[in-house]
């Protein structure tokens, strides 16, 4: 595998409210392609493929080259998977600065109006842990 770096410069604003509104349905409908041809697991891959998402983002329609565009595709894909449901398989809780704080209470909530294939309080546990070492690791520099 090739791999490599890319500079993504930081950018002030704010996507606008239209722009969002049709990432998210944009951004919904492409996972629910991937879901269906490929399967959860495939979708998750994919995010994580820092190059993969941001093209994700280009094809959305938010074509900043910039930090913005983890944030706001996450945002997008968070609402556009919970007007799917739980037939997308996936869901996502948190977001950036007080969203945040409500991480654990958005999960609660989705394992008690869905059956999820994990405990709950695991899952908070592990949304705590990571953002943890999210914080340290920029506390220290990285």
């Given at each position: 595998?090739?791999?490599?770096?890319?500079n993504?410069?930081?950018?002030?604003?704010?996507?606008?409210?239209?722009?969002?509104?049709?990432?998210?349905?944009?951004?919904?409908?492409?996972?629910?392609?991937?879901?269906?041809?490929?399967?959860?697991?495939?979708?998750?891959?994919?995010?994580?493929?820092?190059?993969?998402?941001?093209?994700?983002?280009?094809?959305?329609?938010?074509?900043?080259?910039s930090?913005?565009?983890?944030?706001?595709?996450?945002?997008?894909?968070?609402?556009?998977?919970?007007?799917?449901?739980?037939?997308?398989?996936?869901?996502?809780?948190?977001?950036?600065?007080?969203?945040?704080?409500?991480?654990?209470r958005?999960?609660?909530?989705?394992?008690?109006?869905?059956?999820?294939?994990?405990?709950?309080?695991?899952?908070?546990?592990?949304?705590?842990?990571?953002?943890?070492?999210?914080?340290?690791?920029?506390?220290?520099?990285?």
């Open positions: 595998m090739r791999t490599g770096t890319a993504l410069p930081l950018h002030g604003g704010k996507c606008p409210a239209w722009l969002f509104a049709h990432m998210k349905a944009l951004s919904a409908a492409i996972i629910e392609v991937i879901i269906e041809d490929s399967g959860t697991d495939e979708v998750l891959k994919r995010l994580s493929d820092p190059y993969w998402f941001q093209a994700l983002g280009c094809v959305v329609g938010f074509d900043w080259h930090s913005g565009v983890t944030t706001t595709v996450c945002g997008a894909l968070k609402e556009g998977l919970a007007e799917l449901g739980p037939q997308a398989g996936l869901f996502i809780a948190g977001g950036k600065g007080r969203v945040a704080r409500n991480t654990p958005e999960i609660q909530a989705w394992a008690d109006k869905y059956p999820l294939s994990i405990n709950a309080e695991e899952l908070i546990y592990a949304s705590k842990m990571s953002a943890k070492v999210d914080s340290a690791a920029v506390q220290d520099g990285y």
